[in-house]
């Protein structure tokens, strides 16, 4: 998804939930185009594709000249019985969503503030003094403007996903008064400045404290406002469980499967010489149409994996480093390297404590499987497949598990990559690495197996960027 369609995506997903959720109801105006165009900071085409949207859906009325007026939206005094229904179906998984959201973003976020310059913590400030508890936008620009530096659109569209997902200005809404809420909204707006603060006197360690305790009390408090809707009403009798949407849209779908199919590759599924199923085959195996799945194909015979011979069908083949080279030319291949990037970057972010909270969960028959894998140094290309896939298959968090499950498909476009690097020996950095998760493996040592992968990914990514850079795609 391009930058412009995550925007209005976003932007109708803000309108949509508050017309569904009452906050506008019929025959209430939309803020104009250039109110809303100030609010978010997008351009004017961006506001006016939202807004035709939620028009062609049957929720507004544009007339020329005039703001838009909402036509359809929650019934009158069903506002709470809506907002009630949508949280309690979500209760679990926002309550899961809070528990990672204290473990994975404080180390994000510090990130994010330590490579902010003067400049950068200037407009931070500025748009903390617009923050307001109750809306949801105004702490979503301050989140944003921390996470800018780190130059990570992936990493900014999973806090997006969450954040929305969640909602929680609104349950919150449904118990607050005015005045609650202003003496909210001026501690909020007085917890950022102290980490500002703390940013200018460039006390990393008081920092880091602050942003661990934000998100600390963001999850206690999301906790009693889920106690107190218990309390008052009955849990919902289906959940709904939080996706991350990395690719959205029937544009995208090529890239998914490729995603899958490469994994497939990598863990030799489809071994070198053997041909994939037929067109029509994956078509059925994936929902989707044939044509779809041919533009696929186009994609990994441009990455070197396959090549397509009229009469049998797509064969995968051994990757030479000239067909590598060639494939980077590719504007399809450069955008997802880019994604390779971003993915490693989240990864080494997020490893140690993702790590640390998964591990007591790791399913006995997969630690094995890992075990055998660190041992054998033609195996080290999968090693980060692995870990990756030590939480996917776990019994811990459901969100970790979604966000790691959805990491290791993406992983899989660095593909070219390790075919650059082939015939190169592995470092001793990465061995040391690699063992060092061995071993906490075997001495069921937590810490000792979240530090050698957050190690490990930290070293992936600053040798992928220097390859990248190195040919141009960075």
């Given at each position: 998804m391009n930058r412009e369609q995550r925007l209005y995506s976003v932007i109708y997903d803000y309108f949509f939930t508050r017309i569904c959720l009452g906050f506008y109801q019929e025959g209430d105006t939309l803020p104009s185009i250039g109110e809303a165009r100030e609010m978010f900071g997008v351009s004017t085409r961006t506001i006016r594709k939202a807004y035709h949207m939620l028009e062609e859906e049957g929720?507004?009325?544009?007339?020329?000249?005039?703001?838009?007026?909402?036509?359809r939206g929650a019934p009158g005094g069903q506002c709470r019985e809506v907002c009630v229904a949508y949280f309690a179906a979500r209760r679990d998984s926002i309550l899961d969503l809070s528990w990672m959201a204290k473990k994975i973003l404080p180390e994000i976020f510090l990130r994010g503030f330590l490579m902010m310059d003067g400049e950068g913590l200037d407009g931070l400030a500025l748009s903390v003094e617009k923050m307001r508890i109750q809306n949801l936008q105004t702490q979503l620009q301050?989140?944003?403007?921390?996470?800018?530096?780190?130059?990570?659109?992936?990493?900014?569209?999973?806090?997006?996903?969450?954040?929305?997902f969640s909602r929680m200005t609104y349950l919150r809404g449904l118990f607050a008064d005015e005045a609650e809420n202003e003496r909210?909204?001026?501690?909020?707006?007085?917890?950022?400045?102290?980490?500002?603060?703390?940013?200018?006197?460039?006390?990393?360690?008081r920092l880091r404290t602050l942003i661990c305790r934000f998100f600390g009390n963001c999850d206690v408090h999301v906790r009693a406002h889920f106690g107190e809707?218990?309390?008052?009403?009955?849990?919902?009798?289906?959940?709904?469980?939080?996706?991350?949407?990395?690719?959205?849209?029937?544009?995208?779908?090529g890239f998914f499967i490729a995603m899958k199919l490469i994994r497939k590759i990598y863990a030799e599924d489809y071994r070198l010489g053997e041909f994939l199923p037929s067109a029509a085959d994956l078509a059925e195996e994936y929902g989707v149409s044939v044509i779809t799945i041919r533009r696929t194909l186009v994609l990994l015979g441009r990455l070197g994996l396959t090549e397509t011979i009229n009469g049998r069908?797509?064969?995968?083949?051994?990757?030479?480093?000239?067909?590598?080279?060639?494939?980077?030319?590719?504007?399809?291949?450069r955008k997802n390297l880019k994604i390779f990037l971003q993915t490693v970057q989240m990864l080494a972010l997020t490893g140690e404590a993702v790590m640390l909270a998964s591990f007591p969960h790791f399913k006995p028959d997969k630690v094995r499987r890992a075990a055998e894998t660190f041992r054998n140094e033609t195996a080290y290309d999968i090693v980060p497949f692995t870990c990756m896939e030590l939480v996917a298959d776990s019994d811990?968090?459901?969100?970790?598990?979604?966000?790691?499950?959805?990491?290791?498909?993406?992983?899989?476009?660095g593909v070219i990559l390790r075919f650059l690097a082939r015939g190169s020996s592995v470092s001793g950095e990465r061995r040391e690495l690699i063992e060092e998760m061995r071993a906490g493996l075997a001495a069921r040592d937590a810490g000792r197996f979240a530090r050698g992968f957050s190690g490990l990914m930290f070293h992936v990514l600053e040798g992928a960027g220097r390859r990248l850079r190195e040919r141009g795609v960075l």
């Amino acid at each position: 998804m391009n930058r412009e369609q995550r925007l209005y995506s976003v932007i109708y997903d803000y309108f949509f939930t508050r017309i569904c959720l009452g906050f506008y109801q019929e025959g209430d105006t939309l803020p104009s185009i250039g109110e809303a165009r100030e609010m978010f900071g997008v351009s004017t085409r961006t506001i006016r594709k939202a807004y035709h949207m939620l028009e062609e859906e049957g929720y507004l009325s544009i007339s020329r000249g005039r703001n838009a007026v909402v036509i359809r939206g929650a019934p009158g005094g069903q506002c709470r019985e809506v907002c009630v229904a949508y949280f309690a179906a979500r209760r679990d998984s926002i309550l899961d969503l809070s528990w990672m959201a204290k473990k994975i973003l404080p180390e994000i976020f510090l990130r994010g503030f330590l490579m902010m310059d003067g400049e950068g913590l200037d407009g931070l400030a500025l748009s903390v003094e617009k923050m307001r508890i109750q809306n949801l936008q105004t702490q979503l620009q301050c989140f944003c403007r921390i996470l800018a530096p780190l130059g990570n659109p992936l990493l900014t569209s999973f806090f997006w996903e969450i954040s929305v997902f969640s909602r929680m200005t609104y349950l919150r809404g449904l118990f607050a008064d005015e005045a609650e809420n202003e003496r909210d909204s001026e501690n909020l707006r007085r917890r950022f400045m102290e980490m500002i603060d703390a940013r200018r006197a460039e006390d990393s360690e008081r920092l880091r404290t602050l942003i661990c305790r934000f998100f600390g009390n963001c999850d206690v408090h999301v906790r009693a406002h889920f106690g107190e809707l218990a309390s008052r009403y009955a849990p919902a009798s289906e959940q709904v469980p939080f996706t991350w949407r990395v690719y959205k849209g029937r544009p995208q779908q090529g890239f998914f499967i490729a995603m899958k199919l490469i994994r497939k590759i990598y863990a030799e599924d489809y071994r070198l010489g053997e041909f994939l199923p037929s067109a029509a085959d994956l078509a059925e195996e994936y929902g989707v149409s044939v044509i779809t799945i041919r533009r696929t194909l186009v994609l990994l015979g441009r990455l070197g994996l396959t090549e397509t011979i009229n009469g049998r069908g797509t064969r995968v083949i051994p990757q030479e480093e000239n067909v590598a080279r060639q494939g980077l030319q590719a504007p399809a291949v450069r955008k997802n390297l880019k994604i390779f990037l971003q993915t490693v970057q989240m990864l080494a972010l997020t490893g140690e404590a993702v790590m640390l909270a998964s591990f007591p969960h790791f399913k006995p028959d997969k630690v094995r499987r890992a075990a055998e894998t660190f041992r054998n140094e033609t195996a080290y290309d999968i090693v980060p497949f692995t870990c990756m896939e030590l939480v996917a298959d776990s019994d811990a968090s459901p969100c970790l598990r979604e966000l790691y499950g959805q990491l290791s498909d993406l992983f899989g476009w660095g593909v070219i990559l390790r075919f650059l690097a082939r015939g190169s020996s592995v470092s001793g950095e990465r061995r040391e690495l690699i063992e060092e998760m061995r071993a906490g493996l075997a001495a069921r040592d937590a810490g000792r197996f979240a530090r050698g992968f957050s190690g490990l990914m930290f070293h992936v990514l600053e040798g992928a960027g220097r390859r990248l850079r190195e040919r141009g795609v960075l």
